[in-house]
């Protein structure tokens, strides 16, 4: 089993069962979940490399959620991908360790993390 692992925080449970499959297809180990809670008090083991969080769950909070994930996990901080339901470019700019991504676009995004897993840093 791969050492890269990947949590999700979505209220959708279609896509979770469907994007956590294709990850697992892909190598990563994949905790997907529509609570705060359980992700935080997982996170602080598994330590993820990502954390994909659903702009609807976070309505608006994005930063106030990661830095209570940050505060809760204590060890270097993931990367953080917002998916969101926007494509316009004033939701797709990187905010602090923060990355907002279009949602139909998480595929993509998918790939290319799981391509630059493979290659030496």
């Known amino acids: ?64 959620i990661v830095k209570i994930i940050d505060k809760a996990i204590n060890f270097k901080h993931p990367h953080y991908a917002i998916m969101s339901n926007h494509i316009t470019s004033k939701y797709m700019k990187k905010q602090d360790n923060i990355e907002f991504v279009y949602k139909p676009y998480i595929l993509e995004k998918i790939i290319q993390i799981s391509e630059n897993s493979c290659n030496p840093h």
């Open 1 to 64: 089993m791969s050492n890269n692992v990947i949590f999700m925080l979505d209220n959708d449970k279609v896509f979770l069962e469907l994007y956590s499959k294709l990850l697992q297809t892909k190598g990563w180990q994949v905790f997907a979940t529509d609570n705060l809670f359980l992700l935080t008090k997982y996170a602080k083991t598994a330590q993820p490399e990502w954390i994909f969080i659903d702009q609807n769950f976070a309505n608006h909070h994005e930063k106030e």
